[in-house]
């Protein structure tokens, strides 16, 4: 497993490499610049400021200058927030969408597991009937919809929660709710077919055969089996949900990574999408390796050769 | 199928919410809990729309990031009640008899936030960053009066030869290239404001963070956290510190309408920027007293590209388009936010100027719609041949709205058969700045000082905005002219001029004037309507128990 | 692998032939028999076979069609008297015409997007996890790119090259849709791959391609079910997305994606707006998630 953890580290960086390639040639591609806005400046001032970020010089020189400056882990000023730094707006803003993100993958596990092998166990009686009509109803009110539902029903129409913006925990509220109820519904449906997967397969009708206990059966083989979907959907699934949701971030004013991503995308900002995307996709990999070991470690029956 | 029925009661759960089941009925039970702090420290709370690109006055842009540089940094001029120009920095200023020469006299009291005076070096050297290419703003041609300003922006001088020039330290003294009657409506425009030598130097592009500003207005940066709020506090050293009230100013970045207007509701904000259309109705019921609609100096109108087919060389079918559409029925069915119809290029509400209308603006509908169809047809279009052309339109905008009521009137007076084709708004933007695939495109344009010229330069055949390809040597000329000559009876008759070509002309559809919506919490007092939208937060003053009871009663 | 074990895992395959050869052309016929056993299964066909019809048919039964505005008729709640059964929007179009020609749309993009990533990323995934060693790697690399990748300048650019229209709309979706699929079911065939049935197949001369394709695929059947049912109302509801880029559905034209993300800015003053199309969503939802449970089951080789 050492081995073959480490043979993956070395893969990263080439494929932060083809990533951050492929990434400069699309934002530099899209149509619409950094440049454009509201208001339409002279030739004269347009020139200006492309010499000023060197949007004047061929695209190959720009990408050797950013691949220099990357490689010092400098992902430049951003073209929209002129006076912060890549580095300065996703330290602030990844923290918020980490305990956002986080609590709402709790959320979502919390509830999500225990739901999913009851309905499992449960299987075509009421208690998975409920327990799957819950989970449905998650994801059948899109969280654009919830949201303001929610906003309107605990924060405008009864005084109970804060209608949006940072603060305490009652801040935390309802963007949990709006964001892991779409990851609950994943979570348990995925948690129930797998368990009633595992519950027939071969080896676990072995563990009984030895005679096992009912419990330790179901603890020690039928669980971590059953976990692989669910853990499967977990690495990418974790880190789209803890580096932001931009609809919920929208909803609540809640200064994360995903409204950053998504604004610098609709405005051109080159630095800070490259700088994002590749922030994303040093956690995309770190969550499918952890993801790739778990798999070794949870199922016995998965091997790497 | 019992599951269905879950989904069936979270409907009704919804609309069990949305008919106010709830502690308050109507949701507009006012929450007046004002930010006021045991220690009598009063902070406003403001919902600013989106997040400002930055907060250097000479490269900011959008009225989110004026609204704050309005509060931190003072011009040489500001603007007053009715939006009249008023002394900011200089207390006094004189004209000579050419006009060419601008000599203002700075207020003595006038400090940064750091105790130091405000000094005419000050501008001295802001103005000449404002259009030096190095800084290379957006705006640096609003400074094109002031002599040698173009040929500094086109890197053909030195910014120190810019025509400004501080004799001693009260007194400033600014040359123009050529008389500009609304030379000092361009100096309350943040492009203008001075900015702090010393901490632009040793900080570069973040001089503008807390603890690295240095500003001259009534407040100095406290706090900013991009996307969540810009806060600001007093400033002590301000000139006029002892009749400024609020302590603090919050500005949140809020983009959605339904967002910022919950979080007004439920008492998070003490005033919203925004009123979607929708909810006006119930707000126009329900809190009468805080809402309040403003017609500003900015234009809705359709652009058409003259430079290809359809539309190029053929004024009666661009005069047709614009007369087939109900403008009374746009403004009041469809954005019911009390917008002023627009039947000409300059909306009525710049000061000191009164525009030429379109006289068929009072016709009665059957005449109005009659004509177009005529114009329609002496344009060579019919119902065997009818129209077909695109209109452009950004997503996610009041374009959209406005171009599906617009092809479906064009569709039932004329029949002419439009595609309404949406771009992503940076999309948007390259296609209709390029204007090659154009034909009919969503255009709005608020002007950067009050005066006709901010709209009339747009439509100049060698302005940047100009995006409809209008390029009339008559109207030009007629322009250009305007620009350069002394208020009075003569301006007035070049701007007329220049009006009655273009609506002659109609390159543009002029739809309505964009009107500004606010909802002022009732112990938010001394708020006086701004058509410009400028408000100082120097001027308002927080009073708990002001209307406690929600209802009537004026500020 | 002991023997004993190939032996048990031969005699496993040797059944399985032996039911198919019994079963033979009514393999089809046995699984329908299945499904149309289980109730919920059922009543969802019918339910999804009425909206499927209603969409189709449905606009041509109200005398108003789904662009025309009536700028005084804004905002009407449902009524059966004024002929607007759904209520109309902020520019008084009809409601009811616009939710069944808009469930066109979502619909056809619901069902060709998934399949697209059903195909390629069960193949995908599959294949990876199958063959391992350095070709999975290689494969879920390229996975973490295209991951990683935005999104949205990939859609921008596909309609500055190639213009709009839908069957872009349901290659962009398709193109991100399969990654998680792919994830998923290269996990579960890594978990299968040793399992003593596959063990059988290969001894008994099968290739690598019948392998995964009659061995490997079918196994993965339920966890696949139930990942392409949760993925078709995300689909539905991304599609809005993508039009808000330039992509795929144009105003006039609608989907119900679109309408509930429209109707949501609404929702205090006309909830009609917002509740109707949702309801279609989530009872077409809840529809496919039965459907699948009972396709699951019924095609589940182990219960055979």
Request: aromatic content about 10%.
């Given at each position: ?41 002279p ?35 951003s ?17 918020v ?50 949201g303001p ?17 940072l ?139 | 199928?019992?599951?269905?029925g ?26 007046l ?17 989106t ?27 500001i ?14 200023w ?70 400004v ?19 000092l ?129 053929n ?19 469809i ?20 525009p ?19 114009l ?59 204007g ?56 007035t ?12 002309d ?50 | ?15 399985q032939a ?85 469930g ?35 494969m879920m ?5 295209l ?51 596959i ?14 394709a ?49 109707g ?41």
């Amino acid at each position: 497993m050492l081995a073959y953890t480490l043979k993956r580290l070395a893969g990263v960086v080439p494929t932060l490499f083809i990533l951050l390639t492929a990434t400069f040639l699309l934002v530099h591609l899209a149509p619409g610049s950094p440049l454009d806005g509201d208001r339409p400046m002279p030739a004269e001032i347009r020139a200006n400021l492309e010499a000023k970020y060197h949007l004047d010089e061929p695209l190959i020189q720009q990408y050797g200058r950013y691949l220099a400056n990357t490689a010092q882990l400098d992902f430049g000023a951003s073209y929209q927030y002129k006076d912060t730094s890549v580095n300065d707006l996703i330290a602030t803003g990844f923290p918020v969408s980490l305990a956002v993100g986080g609590f709402s993958l709790l959320f979502a596990l919390v509830l999500g597991i225990p739901l999913g092998i009851l309905a499992a166990v449960r299987q075509n009686m009421p208690a998975d009937y409920g327990a799957m009509g819950a989970s449905l109803a998650g994801i059948s009110v899109p969280n654009f919809v919830l949201g303001p539902l929610m906003i309107l029903a605990f924060a405008v129409y009864n005084d109970w929660l804060p209608a949006g913006g940072l603060g305490g925990w009652q801040h935390y509220v309802m963007p949990v709710i709006a964001l892991g109820t779409m990851y609950l519904a994943y979570v348990t449906r995925l948690m129930r077919a797998a368990t009633i997967e595992v519950l027939r397969a071969p080896f676990i009708r072995t563990a009984r055969a030895k005679g096992l206990s009912e419990t330790r059966v179901f603890v020690v083989h039928v669980l971590p089996a059953a976990l692989l979907p669910v853990i499967s959907f977990l690495g990418p699934g974790a880190a789209a949900i803890l580096t932001g949701s931009v609809v919920v971030e929208q909803i609540f004013g809640i200064p994360g990574l995903g409204r950053f991503f998504v604004t610098a995308a609709l405005n051109r900002d080159y630095t800070l999408v490259l700088g994002i995307t590749l922030f994303y996709g040093i956690i995309i990999i770190a969550f499918n390796l952890v993801v790739d070991v778990l798999y070794g470690w949870l199922d016995p029956r998965v091997t790497y050769r | 199928m019992a599951r269905t029925g879950l989904s069936i009661a979270a409907g009704l759960t919804l609309v069990a919410v949305l008919t106010g089941c709830g502690g308050d009925e109507s949701g507009f039970a006012n929450r007046l809990a004002p930010a006021v702090a045991a220690d009598g420290t009063k902070t406003l709370r403001y919902g600013n729309q989106t997040e400002p690109g930055t907060l250097d006055p000479h490269q900011a842009s959008g009225v989110p990031a004026a609204n704050v540089l309005r509060d931190l940094y003072e011009g040489l001029v500001i603007t007053g009640a009715d939006d009249k120009i008023i002394p900011g920095v200089a207390e006094s200023w004189t004209i000579s008899d050419d006009r060419l020469t601008y000599t203002f006299k700075l207020r003595s009291d006038a400090r940064w936030s750091n105790g130091k005076p405000v000094t005419a070096q000050d501008f001295v050297y802001s103005l000449r960053r404002a259009v030096a290419p190095t800084t290379a703003s957006s705006y640096a041609d609003i400074h094109a009066p002031i002599k040698n300003a173009t040929a500094i922006i086109n890197n053909d001088k030195p910014p120190e030869t810019l025509g400004v020039a501080a004799p001693d330290a009260h007194t400033l003294v600014i040359r123009l290239k050529e008389p500009t009657p609304f030379f000092l409506q361009t100096l309350t425009h943040p492009s203008s404001d001075p900015v702090y030598r010393p901490a632009v130097e040793q900080w570069g592009d973040s001089f503008t963070q807390p603890g690295h500003a240095v500003t001259n207005g009534a407040y100095t940066m406290d706090a900013w956290r991009v996307n969540e709020r810009i806060r600001v506090k007093r400033n002590p050293y301000y000139w006029d510190n002892a009749n400024t009230a609020i302590d603090r100013v919050e500005f949140y970045p809020i983009e959605d309408g339904n967002s910022e207007l919950s979080r007004y509701q439920a008492g998070g904000l003490d005033w919203a920027a925004t009123v979607p259309p929708a909810a006006t109705a119930r707000i126009k019921r329900h809190i009468p007293d805080q809402y309040h609609a403003v017609p500003t100096i900015g234009i809705a109108y359709l652009g058409l590209n003259m430079r290809h087919a359809p539309f190029a060389d053929n004024r009666k079918l661009r005069l047709a388009l614009s007369m087939a559409l109900d403008r009374d029925v746009i403004t009041d069915k469809i954005l019911r936010g009390g917008q002023p119809t627009l039947y000409s290029a300059v909306p009525d509400t710049v000061r000191g100027y009164t525009p030429v209308e379109y006289d068929w603006q009072d016709w009665p509908d059957d005449k109005r719609k009659a004509r177009a169809r005529r114009l329609y047809h002496e344009a060579g279009y019919s119902a065997e041949h009818p129209l077909q052309a695109e209109y452009l339109y950004p997503s996610g905008g009041v374009g959209k709205t406005l171009g599906l009521v617009a092809v479906a009137m064009w569709r039932e007076v004329l029949g002419a058969d439009i595609t309404p084709i949406n771009q992503e708004w940076k999309v948007f933007l390259q296609t209709a700045r390029e204007g090659y695939d154009t034909q009919i495109f969503w255009g709005g344009w608020i002007g950067d000082y009050d005066d006709p010229n901010t709209f009339f330069s747009i439509f100049n055949s060698k302005a940047a905005l100009n995006y409809t390809g209008y390029d009339s040597p008559a109207y030009d000329t007629a322009q250009e002219r305007s620009s350069h000559t002394p208020t009075g009876a003569k301006r007035t008759a070049l701007m007329h001029k220049a009006e009655a070509t273009l609506l002659h002309d109609a390159p543009i559809i002029p739809v309505w004037v964009y009107t500004y919506h606010q909802l002022v919490k009732p112990y938010v007092t001394s708020y006086q309507p701004s058509a410009l939208g400028n408000y100082y937060s120097k001027n308002f003053d927080i009073r708990p128990g002001q209307d406690a009871d929600g209802g009537a009663g004026g500020h | 692998m002991s023997r004993a074990v190939t032996k048990q895992a031969g005699g496993w395959r040797k059944q399985q032939a032996l039911d198919r050869a019994a079963a033979g052309n009514s393999l089809g016929r046995d699984a329908w028999r299945r499904l149309s056993a289980n109730r919920a299964a059922m009543t969802s066909l019918g339910v999804l076979v009425s909206i499927t019809l209603a969409v189709i048919i449905g606009p041509w039964l109200t005398s108003y069609d789904y662009f025309s505005q009536d700028y005084d008729a804004i905002w009407q709640a449902p009524s059966l008297a004024t002929g607007h059964w759904f209520g109309t929007d902020q520019v008084g179009r009809d409601l009811f015409a616009r939710t069944l020609t808009g469930g066109r749309i979502s619909l056809m993009v619901g069902i060709v997007t998934t399949l697209v990533s059903l195909v390629i990323g069960v193949t995908y995934g599959a294949v990876a996890g199958f063959i391992g060693g350095k070709t999975d790697s290689l494969m879920m690399r390229a996975v973490d790119i295209l991951y990683s990748l935005p999104f949205m300048f990939f859609v921008i650019l596909l309609v500055v090259f190639f213009g709009r229209n839908l069957f872009l709309l349901f290659a962009a979706i398709g193109a991100v849709s399969w990654l998680d699929m792919a994830r998923i079911v290269r996990g579960q065939t890594l978990a299968i791959k040793s399992q003593p049935y596959i063990e059988a197949a290969r001894m008994a001369g099968a290739g690598t391609a019948r392998i995964i394709a009659r061995h490997v695929v079918p196994n993965l059947a339920g966890i696949v079910v139930v990942y392409v049912t949760l993925t078709i109302p995300q689909v539905i509801l991304f599609e809005s997305f993508l039009s808000y880029l330039g992509l795929g559905v144009q105003p006039p034209a609608t989907s119900w994606g679109a309408l509930i993300n429209d109707g949501t800015g609404e929702m205090s003053v006309a909830p009609w707006l917002v509740l109707i199309p949702s309801i279609f969503l989530a009872v077409t939802l809840f529809c496919f998630n039965f459907i699948g449970d009972g396709l699951r089951d019924a095609l589940d080789p182990k219960d055979r």
